[in-house]
């Protein structure tokens, strides 16, 4: 394992692992390599690319991540089973930097309601878990599941246990986003302090943020003695998601004079990962949001405009740049080439493929065609539309549509259905229902729509849409999205995205209650 100094803190990304349980969040493998690519880029210390037993997808991306993953540690969840443990190793086999991540629930409540265990059921379930991991791999991290609600001797006992079966790395997740700061922190001290051996593990936090807690939690227990935060890129998550990686990073950065604590994370990378993980899972990023959201850096009240204009640092902690948001320099229009493009998408964050790149600049020059200014945000919304589509088995070819007052409505639409083309004339109550239905007719499917929602990526009436539509199919929701000039291909572009996520969920195994961690 590589050393670093006392005060290095390790940043342990589970956006492929916890993010991708968030609902409506699934990825497929062409989009989970993309997105370990670029953590390792940034510097991230430990990629959790999945929990390998829990379907053939999730086994197949921590296998391919494995693969490709050089310098950042790659690691897979594990039930304290024999069969998932050695599933894990398995899937590792590839990486230079393997890590199987194992655990089990230490809360009373957990162990008597979920695992039907006794308490030295589970002890003996930590040390002969973590035992066989440590056969495999050198690295094994353990976690107690629900930990925050867990009984603090019973706890030490665990996490001793665990550190003399050979973990090198205890986590202590706040499972259900219920503690304190204060709490989280005296809980580690408390650990720290008493259990044998304790400093021959890394301890580690992983919150969730029911309460809106998750980074102060996780701060909380960095300054605690933690040395690893686990968390996700804009902290997606289950439920109200996980600790925001760019959150921790930027506040441990920022406020270095208060918690003297580094990371490896390059910031300038931030933005870049946000728009990826946004993109391709479908969820916005609030406006609002800390650090990555739309108005983040933006200055509008007369009193705060002026105190920029007089040093940025009246009213701004940390510049737009250092998270990866360059002061926008190149104005696009129909007469900019390849060569303006490729700087523009630089400058916004974007690394594109040859392929991905070709066909957003043919967009591109579409859109300028037909739109008098183009701005960033244009830019920004029809790459991820590329991003999102580039390896989608389905894709809308054409649609045309006839509506107004005089009724029925007609989609006629024609599809590229893994490769072979097929079409559909079908009317509907309205064209957005019109082509929804002609999607339905040519996969034959009838998944239930949860959200149909538009917005306008930029002012005036030749702005693109940007469409988001949710989808559910037996209890499992995808997000979709697609941004288009004509508001109907951008809402029929956004369903099919959808439906490709459904295909998606619907190839992973049942994994069963147990394996959603
Ligand atoms: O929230 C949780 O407890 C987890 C563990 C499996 C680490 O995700
Ligand atoms: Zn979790």
Redo the contacts with the bound molecule.
């Keep these: 394992m590589t050393s670093h100094s006392d005060s290095y803190v390790r940043i342990f990304d589970t956006t492929l692992r916890?993010g991708e349980q968030s609902p409506g969040a699934s990825m497929n493998l062409e989009e989970k390599l993309r997105i370990a690519q670029l953590l390792e880029e940034m510097g991230v210390d430990i990629i959790e690319a999945g929990f390998a037993i829990a379907s053939n997808g999730d086994f197949q991306a921590v296998n391919e991540i494995a693969k490709i993953v050089k310098t950042s540690t790659v690691c897979s969840?594990a039930r304290a089973a024999a069969k998932d443990i050695d599933r894990a190793g398995e899937a590792l086999k590839p990486a230079a930097r393997p890590r199987i991540h194992t655990?089990i629930a230490t809360s009373p409540l957990h162990m008597r309601v979920k695992l039907q265990m006794e308490p030295d059921a589970v002890l003996e379930a930590v040390h002969s878990s973590v035992g066989r991991a440590r056969n495999i791999c050198e690295d094994v991290e353990w976690?107690a599941?629900d930990a925050t609600r867990s009984e603090i001797d019973f706890l030490c006992r665990a996490v001793e246990t665990a550190i003399r079966a050979g973990a090198t790395t205890i986590?202590l997740?706040d499972?259900v986003g219920y503690t304190t700061p204060a709490e989280y922190g005296a809980m580690f001290r408390t650990i720290i302090e008493r259990v044998p051996d304790a400093d021959k593990a890394i301890f580690s936090t992983?919150c969730?943020n029911d309460l809106g807690l998750a980074v102060a939690n996780s701060l909380a227990g960095v300054e605690a003695g933690v040395r690893q935060v686990e968390c996700t890129v804009n902290g997606i998550g289950e439920r109200a998601g996980n600790a925001a990686m760019e959150e921790v990073v930027m506040a441990l950065r920022t406020r270095r004079d208060a918690m003297p604590y580094e990371t490896g994370i390059a910031t300038e990378e931030i933005m870049r990962a946000s728009r990826l993980v946004s993109a391709i899972t479908g969820f916005t990023v609030q406006n609002n949001k800390a650090i990555v959201g739309a108005n983040a850096f933006a200055h509008e009240s007369g009193i705060h405009q002026d105190g920029m204009l007089k040093s940025s640092e009246t009213y701004e902690i940390m510049t737009p740049e250092s998270v990866g948001l360059s002061k926008s320099s190149l104005v696009m229009g129909k007469h900019s080439g390849r060569h303006a493009f490729a700087e523009k998408l630089r400058e916004l964050g974007y690394e594109l493929g040859p392929n991905a790149f070709e066909d957003s600049f043919r967009r591109f020059k579409e859109l300028a065609d037909n739109k008098k200014q183009i701005f960033d945000a244009d830019i920004v919304a029809l790459v991820d539309d590329e991003v999102v589509s580039e390896h989608n088995r389905i894709r809308v070819v054409s649609l045309k549509i006839a509506c107004g007052t005089e009724g029925p409505q007609e989609a006629n639409l024609v599809l590229s259905v893994d490769g072979q083309v097929k079409g559909a004339e079908v009317i509907g109550n309205g064209p957005v229902d019109a082509t929804f239905n002609a999607i339905k007719k040519i996969l034959d499917m009838t998944p239930h729509l949860q959200l149909f929602q538009v917005h306008a990526v930029t002012q005036g009436t030749d702005a693109q849409a940007e469409v988001t539509v949710r989808l559910e199919e037996d209890g499992k929701t995808v997000n979709g999205q697609g941004a288009h000039e004509d508001t109907m291909v951008a809402a029929a572009r956004a369903y099919v995205n959808a439906v490709n996520k459904l295909l998606v969920k619907r190839e992973k195994t049942a994994p069963g209650d147990a394996l959603s961690?």
Aim: charged share 20%.
């Design positions: 916890d969840l655990f976690s599941e986590n997740p499972t992983h969730h961690a």
